[in-house]
């Protein structure tokens, strides 16, 4: 796959996954995923830097300006990269059946072809710990 695809396909899952899920991302991690999100679609930083007292604009826009002239295919690689480093972290501290038992993510499962199939072009096919299980999560079957 190329990296336009692979960079699609990553924002897509990152897109779907719930925002008060189970499983949380440390903000300097939100950041970055948003700084190299804008770079990668857009290039450099191309706004005014907002009032300081518009905190989380001014921290986005801080970490986007931050990339400065970064070439948006690295910008895009290193999102990729940051995205599969956060799956990796997330399949080590978390267990995986009680974050997909969680009813915050249940608007997934019947997106799991298409959730595959994403994770497939970034090279990943099962999760850790899971390879070629099936497990029942709210009544629905899923091959990890």
């Not at 770079?39 to 990339?67: A, D, H």
């Not at 608007?107 to 096919?125: C, M, N, V, W, Y």
Request: proline share 3%; charged share 30%; net charge negative.
């Amino acid at each position: 796959m190329g990296l336009d695809e692979q960079f699609e396909a990553a924002v897509w899952i990152i897109q779907a996954l719930p925002k008060d899920g189970p499983i949380k991302t440390t903000i300097n991690d939100q950041l970055m995923m948003y700084a190299l999100f804008k770079q990668g679609t857009i290039g450099k930083c191309n706004t005014e830097q907002p009032y300081f007292y518009k905190i989380e604009e001014r921290l986005k826009w801080n970490s986007w300006n931050e990339l400065g002239d970064m070439e948006k295919d690295e910008a895009k690689a290193r999102y990729v990269e940051k995205m599969l480093q956060l799956c990796d972290k997330a399949e080590k501290e978390h267990d995986m059946m009680n974050f997909l038992n969680d009813p915050s993510v249940a608007h997934l499962l019947p997106k799991q072809d298409e959730i595959r199939s994403r994770f497939a072009t970034l090279g990943r096919t099962t999760v850790k710990g899971y390879e070629g299980k099936t497990v029942s999560v709210n009544g629905v079957s899923i091959s990890l």
